[in-house]
C-alpha cells in the first residue's frame, strides 16, 4: 500500500497534546508532511517554548510513524518560538482555547441543514436538564438568526458585572445568551466570518457563565464560520445532530458528522425530530418518514439518542416562550425529550 499524507496523518491523530482531550493534528501543529520510498518526514511547529513538551511529542511521533509497515526511516523537526512571550498552547487553539473554568461539560447541538427542530431540541434539552437539577447554560451561537430569546421567553439585556463581564440572563433555571438579547428590534446581523468568530469568542470569554454542569450550545445550520469558530474557541465535550427521517436532511448531516470527526469533536448521538405525526383519531401520519435517523445511526455506528415526534404543543411552547419540559413536564411530548436527555447524560457520564 503506498504511504500518503493521509495515512500519515491518521495515525498522528492518537497522539494527544499534553494535557488536553484534542490530538495534535487537529490542532494544527503537523507541517509540511512528506513521504518518499518509506521515508518520511513532518514539522512540528509549536507556539509554546516549552522543551519537555516539544521533545515529548517529537518522541511520541517518532515511535507512531516507525510504527507502520511501510515507514523506513522517521524524520521530525521541531519549531518553536523564541523569548518568553510565546503562548502556552497550540496554535489552532487561538490565544483563548482552554477548558473554561466553572464549565463542566460543554456540548454543541448541530444540524446539517435548517428547519429540522435543532433550537427546539435545544432549549427543551437544556430545560430538561434543569429539571433534573442540574445547573445549566443555553448559548445561541445563531449569529443572523437567533431564536432562543423567543424559545424561552425572555428578551432581557444582559447586565454588566464588576469585572465588567456580561451575566447572563436566565429563565426556567436555565443562564442564556444569544445574539437576540444584543440587537435592536428585528435588526439585521450583516457581518463577515471575523466579526462571528470574535462574538463567539466573547460569549464565551466575556460572559459570567458562573458553576455550570452543562453547556450547551445552539449552533446555525451548516459547517460555516459559526461552527469553526466554536471548536477552535473552546474544547468541546461532544455534539449532537439533529435530524428529520427524510432523506434531504440526512444527505447534509452527513456533512456534520464530517465536521466534527475532521475536529476531532466526538459525536455524542443523533436525535430524529418530527418522527411522525398522530392524528385526532389515532393514526399514525409518517410526514417525513421515519427511522432515517436510526438508520444513519446505525449506518455511521454512533449512538441514536431517540425520536421527537410531532406534537402541537411542541410548536405552541417555541411559540409563547414555555418549553414543554416546562409547561407539561409529565406530558408525551415532554417525555421525549427527558428520554433523549437521560440518554445524553449517560454519554456524558
Not at 24 to 43: E, P
Not at 63 to 90: D, I, M, N, W, Y
Not at 206 to 224: K, N, R
Amino acid at each position: 500500500m503506498m504511504l500518503t499524507q493521509e495515512i500519515i496523518l491518521d495515525a498522528l491523530k492518537a497522539i494527544k497534546y499534553p494535557g488536553y482531550s484534542r490530538d495534535i493534528v487537529s490542532f494544527g501543529l503537523v507541517k509540511n508532511v512528506a513521504a518518499n520510498n518509506g521515508a518520511v518526514s513532518l514539522t512540528l511547529q509549536f507556539t509554546s517554548a516549552n522543551p519537555q513538551v516539544a521533545q515529548q511529542l517529537k518522541e511520541q511521533c517518532e515511535r507512531v510513524l516507525k510504527s507502520l509497515p511501510e515507514v523506513q526511516k522517521v524524520h521530525v523537526e521541531v519549531k518553536t518560538p523564541a523569548g518568553p512571550a510565546a503562548a502556552t498552547g497550540p496554535q489552532s487553539l487561538s490565544a483563548q482555547q482552554s477548558k473554561l473554568p466553572g464549565l463542566n461539560r460543554i456540548v454543541a447541538i448541530a444540524s446539517g441543514k435548517g428547519g429540522v427542530g435543532k433550537s427546539t431540541c435545544s432549549v427543551n434539552l437544556a430545560c430538561a436538564l434543569a429539571h433534573s437539577g442540574a445547573q445549566v447554560g443555553l448559548l445561541d451561537c445563531d449569529i443572523y438568526g437567533p431564536t432562543v430569546p423567543l424559545m424561552m421567553g425572555i428578551r432581557q439585556r444582559p447586565t454588566l458585572s464588576e469585572r465588567e463581564k456580561m451575566i447572563p440572563p436566565s429563565n426556567y433555571g436555565v443562564k442564556l445568551m444569544s445574539m437576540g438579547f444584543l440587537l435592536e428590534g428585528d435588526a439585521p446581523v450583516i457581518w463577515r466570518g471575523p466579526m462571528i468568530m470574535k462574538t463567539i469568542q466573547q460569549f464565551f470569554h466575556a460572559v459570567e457563565w458562573g458553576q455550570l454542569d452543562y453547556l450547551l450550545v445552539d449552533l446555525p445550520p451548516g459547517t460555516g464560520d459559526a461552527q469553526l469558530s466554536l471548536c477552535q474557541t473552546v474544547p468541546l465535550d461532544g455534539g449532537v445532530i439533529v435530524t428529520t427521517p427524510q432523506e434531504a436532511s440526512l444527505g447534509v448531516v452527513r456533512k456534520g458528522i464530517a465536521m466534527f470527526e475532521k475536529v476531532n469533536v466526538p459525536i455524542l448521538g443523533i436525535i430524529e425530530n418530527m418522527s411522525y405525526f398522530t392524528a385526532p383519531g389515532g393514526e399514525r401520519v409518517e410526514i417525513f418518514g421515519h427511522g432515517g435517523g436510526q438508520a444513519e445511526a446505525e449506518r455511521q455506528k454512533i449512538p441514536f439518542l431517540g425520536e421527537i415526534p410531532i406534537y402541537v404543543d411542541i410548536r405552541i411552547g417555541g411559540d409563547q416562550g414555555v418549553p414543554v419540559t416546562v409547561s407539561s413536564p409529565k406530558g408525551p411530548s415532554a417525555q421525549a425529550f427527558f428520554h433523549v436527555t437521560e440518554g445524553l447524560r449517560r454519554k456524558l457520564g
